[in-house]
C-alpha cells in the first residue's frame, strides 16, 4: 500500500516562506514523477509543480519564479520550497507521484498566508 507523508504546510505571513515535504513509501516500483497540487476554497485543484525522475520541472505560471521544487530519489521524497508567498496561495496543498502501476495522492496539508 503506497502512503504519502506531507508535512511542512502552515501559517504565514505575505512575503514569508515554507517548505513542504512529501515522503513516499510501500511500492517496490520506482516512481516515475513527483509533484504538488492545490485546491483552494470554491476551486477546483490545480498543478503547481512536477518533476520526474529525470528531473523535468514544469510550474504553473502562477508560482515560476517563487517556488523550487525538488526531489531525492534515493528517500523517494519531493521538496517545495515556497518564497514570496502571496494571500492567494492559500489551500489546500496535495502531493502526488505516479508510478508505472498507477497514480496516488496524499491527504494534503493546508498553507494559509495572510496578515
Known amino acids: 500500500q503506497v502512503q504519502l507523508v506531507e508535512s511542512g504546510g502552515g501559517l504565514v505571513q505575505p512575503g514569508g516562506s515554507l517548505r513542504l515535504s512529501c515522503a513516499a513509501s510501500?511500492?517496490?516500483?520506482?516512481?516515475?514523477?513527483m509533484g504538488w497540487y492545490r485546491q483552494a476554497p470554491g476551486k477546483e485543484r490545480e498543478l503547481v509543480a512536477t518533476?520526474?525522475?529525470?528531473?523535468?520541472?514544469k510550474y504553473a505560471d502562477s508560482v515560476k519564479a517563487r517556488f523550487t521544487i525538488s526531489r531525492d530519489n534515493a528517500k523517494n521524497t519531493v521538496y517545495l520550497q515556497m518564497n514570496s508567498l502571496k494571500p492567494e496561495d492559500t489551500a489546500v496543498y496535495y502531493c502526488?507521484?505516479?508510478?508505472?502501476?498507477?497514480?496516488?495522492w496524499g491527504k494534503g496539508t493546508p498553507v494559509t498566508v495572510t496578515t
Open positions: 510501500g511500492s517496490r516500483f520506482s516512481i516515475n514523477a
Open positions: 518533476i520526474t525522475r529525470s528531473s523535468t520541472i
Open positions: 502526488w507521484t505516479s508510478y508505472v502501476v498507477g497514480q496516488y
